[in-house]
């Protein structure tokens, strides 16, 4: 697909979504997710890079304020009411992130002594960690497109928020709850998610590298979470988010912002195994029905940062020991499969797939996102 083809793809895909969703809609009642959100904002700043048009990024900024204005704040259908952070009204406004966000799942949280249902849990709201991760990701972007310090301070509150709300300690050894309820005063699933602590250490690194100061606890105690981390996955999202993470890492690291030469090659490592793994399953081969779009696009949109840590590490090297280019080299071969990908979600047949309708808009972006990748494998 020519560059100009992806543009238009993208373009169209980003317009549904904004209609859908109640962005563009005055009137309408806003369907906001984060996980989704995060990745929107970032293809809206990429399409605002591209092209140029103001339009992009005033949506992009929209879209952040809505998430703010709505998943900042508890449920309609929720007896309390107001900021989750428990902020007055102007305050609330000011620190939109203080208490963290909702996912925006469809049903209420589960309360604190029903019976848990693994199944349904899934479909419950409440805060994921790895979904807050994300969205000071879009947050630093959205700081670095606009040059205003404000986002990167709504990244900043939310990393302080998160991590107190999600952090407990066993046996004398820190971690991360998978999931919190909505005012993070008790866990929904106290179980750790695999890369929640290394997605934790660097975005606060990159939160620091947008210009925060702050978060020297926060930072020590995940770095002993993360040391000795084995991060190796036979899941393509997870797979991806090594790549994104990798890549983060090398480019924090030759800027001279963190240093992380040891983590960089690590990651690769990890990221290398798991691809060598998940490549072997021919898991690519089966048909729509059985595949889920949105987590091989997580796999797309790693695979797109191969060749950008390629480049950093060659024009940087000395900040990098010599075991890391081969690697990346070796990580070449996989990248063909971020065509594949791709062609297979483009085409119409596929996306009349119930696994695909399911899950619509964050398949539709994410493949927006894996299209037009440049923002969001910013750091």
Not at 54 to 68: E, F, G, P, T
Not at 248 to 271: K, Y
């Amino acid at each position: 697909m020519q560059a100009i083809e992806r543009m238009r793809e993208v373009e169209a895909i980003m317009a549904v979504f904004a209609e859908q969703t109640g962005l563009v809609q005055p009137g309408t009642s806003p369907q906001r997710y984060l996980w989704t959100d995060a990745f929107a904002v970032c293809t809206f700043l990429s399409l605002y890079r591209a092209t140029t048009e103001v339009r992009y990024r005033k949506l992009a900024l929209a879209l952040i304020d809505q998430v703010h204005n709505v998943l900042g704040r508890h449920r309609p259908d929720d007896p309390r009411a107001g900021w989750i952070s428990g902020l007055g009204e102007e305050e609330g406004r000011t620190h939109p992130t203080a208490g963290g966000l909702r996912i925006g799942k469809e049903l209420p949280e589960r309360r604190q002594f029903d019976p848990v249902d693994e199944r349904l849990e899934w479909e419950r709201d409440g805060q994921y960690f790895h979904y807050l991760t994300k969205w000071m990701h879009a947050l630093c972007r959205a700081g670095a497109v606009t040059g205003e310090a404000r986002y990167v301070h709504w990244a900043l509150e939310l990393a302080r928020a998160a991590y107190a709300g999600f952090v407990t300690s066993e046996r004398g050894r820190r971690r991360l709850y998978w999931k919190m309820s909505i005012d993070l005063s008790y866990p929904l699933v106290a179980s750790s998610g695999h890369h929640d602590p290394l997605d934790a250490y660097i975005t606060c690194h990159e939160i620091l590298h947008a210009g925060a100061d702050g978060l020297d606890k926060e930072l020590t105690e995940l770095a002993a979470m993360v040391e000795g981390g084995e991060w190796a996955t036979s899941d393509p999202l997870g797979i991806g988010g090594l790549l994104f993470d990798a890549c983060r890492v090398i480019e924090m690291t030759a800027a001279g912002r963190m240093q992380g030469a040891t983590l960089a090659r690590t990651l690769v490592a990890a990221a290398l195994r798991s691809l060598e793994f998940f490549d072997a399953r021919s898991e690519l081969a089966r048909p729509a029905e059985y595949r889920l779009a949105f987590r091989e696009l997580g796999l797309s949109i790693g695979l797109h940062a191969i060749e950008k840590m390629a480049r950093i590490a060659a024009e940087d090297g000395a900040s990098f020991d010599s075991g890391l280019m081969p690697m990346l080299e070796a990580l070449r071969r996989y990248s063909g499969i971020t065509t594949s990908i791709e062609a297979f979600w483009l085409e119409g047949d596929n996306r009349r797939a119930n696994t695909w309708r399911d899950h619509a808009n964050i398949n539709a972006v994410t493949l927006g996102t894996s299209l037009l990748p440049d923002e969001f494998l910013g750091a």
